[in-house]
DNA sequence: AAGTGTGAATTGATTCACAGCC
DNA sequence: GGCTGTGAATCAATTCACACTT
């Protein structure tokens, strides 16, 4: 666990969050996601099995991570959906309006600017900032695209702290470092390097080529392995 | 760790890959990256200090990293460059052409197909396809989108064993299904539901909105750990 | 009878610290 | 003298298994 960087498994805490593990952290969103399916569906309650086959997950793992968060189920019953979707919720900053910032506005920030999973998870896009003259005014996704010299009163004016960095390698780190000095505390990163920040920021990085070399690791292992049976 | 499900670190494996463990080869493509950097600036050894702060690590984890797959550095000198990135290209099977079909020609799928990080490491997206027939024979990133149909007949023809789910969470798991059926054995999933799949089968999830979530969670700590300094 | 909550055991990842080699 | 490679120590996450509650 770093301040600045990591992987499909080692990423941020810089406050130690009270108790809660980051892995159970980083499941929440998981189990958030699938108790708002359950409701839609019309549960009112589940158990931790039923939950954990939603969320994908094992049962155990479940009830560790909930009860990190407190006892809020029910023995020989199970859990309240709609109770548990709150504490979650509440748990997670979904209660609150988190303006956020897009810098990029290329293939990526594009898709960003229009993905309908943010605004209905609490998060609203403030602001499209890109470098580039010829996009600003440009509307994308229904926002205005801004210039890269007003990224700071954007991010004062709309009390942003949360930034995301979509830009080319080359300029994620000095925009970071803008976004950083303008009070941004938090950075979704998907350009592809390591950002340095000062303690007490927390950066996640998102990189796409790299779950896909994941993916041919252990396909080529797969793939040998095979070769190696047949070969018998 | 399961076969189909993860967290912020516990995705995939299914053949426990040889010695190699899990967080390890998640940070292979980082230093791989890394190190065509350093290669590009010129450089022809660094040490582990070095590498480690490119690829925004800590110089022992890196050191024990590039132990599991072999003593490729030279004591009191470093790590020779171009070995290095052959070294991890081989291992990750950089050297060969993974064809990936990409299933949902949605923003993210428009995206991705026009994602210029993708063909500069050895994946070669061999097909689009998509289940809106107005979306057929339109050209996405100078590929061709095909119909949903063509999919089983897509796989067999480009030898296809990644793939990579971006379509809306309702389609999520019937495509995943049958690019399994076709012969898949690594699932990139992008959609908001877990998916399920044979043993053997590999799926890594990137969700966006949980990496946000994850932020605002963290931002949120933060907020409260200032409101209360102040207070004091 | 069903199912949560949690200590204890286990497994996995990270960090330390230094012996060994160049 | 500098830097890798790695056992040993530590720290974190997962899984087990069962006491306890409804």
Tied chains: 1, 2.
């Excluded at 309650?45 to 939603?54: D, F, G, H, K």
């Excluded at 996640?204 to 790299?210: E, G, H, I, P």
Aim: glycine share 10%.
């Amino acid at each position: 666990m770093t301040r600045a960087g990591r992987n499909g498994r080692d990423q941020l805490p810089a406050v130690r969050s009270r108790g809660v593990p980051e892995a159970t952290i980083a499941r929440l969103p998981l189990y958030h996601r699938a108790l708002v399916a359950l409701d839609d569906r019309g549960a009112t309650t589940v158990s931790s099995e039923e939950l954990a086959v939603a969320a994908g997950v094992n049962s155990a793992k479940l009830r560790k991570d909930l009860s990190y968060l407190g006892s809020y189920g029910t023995r020989g019953v199970g859990y309240d959906v709609n109770y548990l979707v709150y504490q979650i919720s509440r748990e997670l900053g979904l209660t609150q309006d988190w303006p956020v910032v897009i810098v990029g506005v290329g293939n990526l920030g594009h898709a960003l600017a229009n993905y309908q999973g943010f605004a209905s998870r609490g998060f609203r896009i403030a602001a499209l900032v890109d470098a580039a003259p010829e996009l600003t005014g440009e509307s994308v996704g229904g926002l205005c695209v801004h210039p890269l010299a007003d990224l700071e009163r954007i991010v004062a004016d709309a009390g942003v702290c949360i930034g995301v960095v979509a830009t080319p390698a080359g300029a994620a780190q000095e925009v970071c470092d803008r976004l950083v000095a303008a009070g941004v505390g938090s950075v979704l990163n998907f350009a592809a390097v390591p950002l340095r920040v000062p303690v007490g920021v927390d950066v996640r990085r998102v990189d796409l080529a790299s779950e896909l070399q994941i993916l041919a690791f252990h396909q080529q292992r797969k793939q040998i392995e095979a070769g190696r049976e047949a070969a018998v």
